[in-house]
């Protein structure tokens, strides 16, 4: 099926820094969710967008759903070490078939240096 | 408030045997849960589509015999892995959706089962 193209795959930053990753696709979706997975555990929801343009924070975390409703990304303010784990984009896909289903991105890899 | 949980948390079973995984939404009511499977450093793939009350839908290149898929009621829904085999050895994660909750497309996600087949 379809993925999301979620770039970067892995990052490796110092604590303190900013983090920046985004999700693309060519269709164009309805919802944009970004959630976090620690090793072993399931994924928890980070940020939840329903409308093109609209930017949400939580705490240190900011995530847009874009404009052309093919892209989103998250921005992680002042890194800590607690921030390391997996970061999956996901999202509905407009006009799709299946309610409520998800695609996901690949993931990326966040790793913090304290 | 939306969490879910998942029994058992791992699990190790013979070749040849059946495991079921429980999948539970404490707080709120679920006529839609999903089950993923996922293998180290990938994303998660989705097996199938759960439904209270009806039948499951399966993803393509999913086997439905092998991986039966029952919800029961609102908060449960349970993936039974028959005859396992070592290839089925994986990561398997559920998630729900909240039927009263604004945004219908967000899943909250239990803490998954890892399933080992010997």
């Known amino acids: 099926g379809q993925q999301l193209n979620q770039s970067p795959q892995s990052m490796f930053i110092q604590e303190g820094e900013d983090v920046s990753m985004n999700c693309t696709s060519s269709?164009?979706?309805?919802?944009w969710l970004w959630y976090k997975q620690d090793p072993g555990e399931g994924p928890v929801l980070l940020i939840a967008?329903?409308?093109?343009?609209e930017l949400t924070s939580n705490g240190r975390l900011t995530a847009q759903f874009g404009i052309t409703r093919k892209d989103s990304f998250l921005n992680i303010s002042a890194s800590i070490p607690s921030d390391v784990g997996i970061y999956f984009c996901?999202?509905?896909?407009?006009?799709?078939?299946?309610?409520?289903?998800?695609?996901f991105g690949q993931g990326t890899i966040l790793t913090v240096h304290p | 408030g939306a969490v879910v949980s998942q029994h058992p948390s791992w699990v190790i079973c013979k070749s040849g045997t059946s495991v079921k995984i429980e999948c539970r939404s404490l707080d709120f009511q679920a006529t839609t849960m999903f089950w993923y499977r996922q293998f180290p450093k990938q994303s998660l793939m989705l097996m199938a589509t759960?439904?209270?009350?009806?039948?499951?839908?399966?993803e393509q290149g999913v086997e439905k015999d092998k991986f039966l898929i029952n919800h029961a009621s609102l908060t449960l829904s349970t993936l039974t892995v028959t005859s396992a085999h070592p290839e089925d050895s994986s990561f398997y994660i559920c998630?729900?959706?909240?039927?009263?909750?604004?945004?219908?497309?967000?899943?909250?996600f239990g803490p998954g089962t890892r399933l080992t087949v010997l």
């Open positions: 967008l329903y409308k093109a343009g």
């Open positions: 269709s164009i979706f309805n919802t």
């Open positions: 996901a999202g509905r896909q407009a006009g799709g078939t299946s309610y409520g289903k998800l695609t």
């Open positions: 998630s729900a959706r909240d039927d009263l909750r604004g945004g219908g497309d967000t899943q909250y």
């Open positions: 759960s439904n209270e009350g009806s039948k499951a839908t399966y």
